[in-house]
């Protein structure tokens, strides 16, 4: 079965980190670039990172770059989101995607073959 599982979301402090992770299961992650998207209570899904297949290109939401880290390790077939000072703002369902070819983060969507079930990440005090 192909699938791409997320894991590592929770609830965390203002200001706390947490690392997202997306482990594929029946293909080989490191023929996909990988983006991660997210999408909060009320609003629409928008575009947090993305890297491609063997991690040199990245792209980020501006508002986001510099907080957030993607990176993958290909010999796990994992995709990571490092996500520090996290704000109430970031709560939000944060799901990983595949797609075919490295593509900027604001239409990678549309070329997007896999799609994970989603991981919630509160942020709260």
């Known amino acids: 079965q192909l699938q791409l599982v997320e894991s590592g979301g929770g609830l965390v402090q203002p200001g706390g980190s947490l690392r997202l992770s997306c482990a594929a299961s029946g293909f080989r992650l490191d023929s996909y670039a990988v983006g991660w998207f997210r999408r909060a209570p009320g609003k629409e899904r928008e575009g947090v990172s993305c890297?491609?297949?063997?991690?040199?290109?990245?792209d980020y939401a501006g508002s986001l770059k510099g907080r957030f880290t993607i990176f993958r390790d290909n010999a796990k077939n994992t995709v990571y989101l490092q996500m520090n000072s996290l704000k109430p703002e970031d709560t939000a369902v944060y799901y990983c995607?595949?797609?075919?070819?490295?593509?900027?983060?604001?239409?990678?969507?549309?070329?997007?073959?896999?799609w994970g079930q989603g991981t919630q990440v509160t942020v709260s005090s």
């Open positions: 890297i491609s297949g063997k991690g040199g290109l990245k």
């Open positions: 995607a595949a797609a075919p070819l490295f593509q900027p983060l604001d239409v990678l969507s549309n070329f997007v073959r896999y």
